[in-house]
C-alpha cells in the first residue's frame, strides 16, 4: 500500500454523481489535515499511468477538490487489502483486475456520457464548484 496526493485531475471516478445535502455537511467539517486517504487502483494501460480510479469516498474527494487541495490517496497494491476496503459489494470483485475490467467496460464508457472522467469533472457537473462559491460568499 502506498499513500499519495494525487492532483484532481488524476483521480478516476467510478460514480457520476453525489449528493448535495452530504456534500453540504462534509463541507462545514472539512479539515484537511485530519483527512484520511482515500481507498484507490492504479490505473495503467500500456505500462502508463492514467490515473488512479477511486474505489470509495466520492462525496469526501469532491469536498477536497473545492477546498483547492490534492487527493489523499490509500493506493491498494494487493488483493486482500482491496477486497477489505472496496464498497461495492453487489459486484463482488474479487481482484482489482476485475475492478479495472469493469471500469473499462462499463462505468468509464458510461460517466464518459455525462462528461465525467475525473474527480474535477465531477465536481463541475454535477454544480459543487458554484455551491461552494456561495457558501464562501454566505461567511
Known amino acids: ?61 469532491s469536498v477536497v477538490c473545492l477546498n483547492g487541495f490534492d487527493i489523499p490517496l490509500k493506493i491498494e497494491d494487493n488483493d486482500q487489502r482491496f477486497r477489505k476496503n472496496i464498497r461495492n459489494p453487489k459486484h463482488h470483485f474479487h481482484t482489482m483486475e476485475k475492478f479495472i475490467a469493469y471500469y473499462e467496460s462499463f462505468w468509464k464508457p458510461a460517466n464518459r456520457l455525462y462528461g465525467i472522467l475525473s474527480i474535477n469533472d465531477l465536481v463541475r457537473i454535477n454544480g459543487l464548484e458554484e455551491l461552494a462559491i456561495s457558501l464562501t460568499k454566505a461567511n
Open 1 to 61: 500500500m502506498e499513500i499519495i496526493a494525487a492532483k484532481p485531475e488524476e483521480v478516476l471516478v467510478i460514480q457520476y454523481s453525489v449528493r448535495e445535502d452530504i456534500v453540504l455537511s462534509l463541507y462545514h467539517k472539512f479539515d484537511y489535515g485530519q483527512f484520511r486517504p482515500l481507498p484507490a487502483v492504479r490505473y495503467e494501460k500500456n505500462g502508463i499511468l492514467r490515473g488512479y480510479i477511486l474505489t470509495d469516498g466520492h462525496h469526501r474527494a
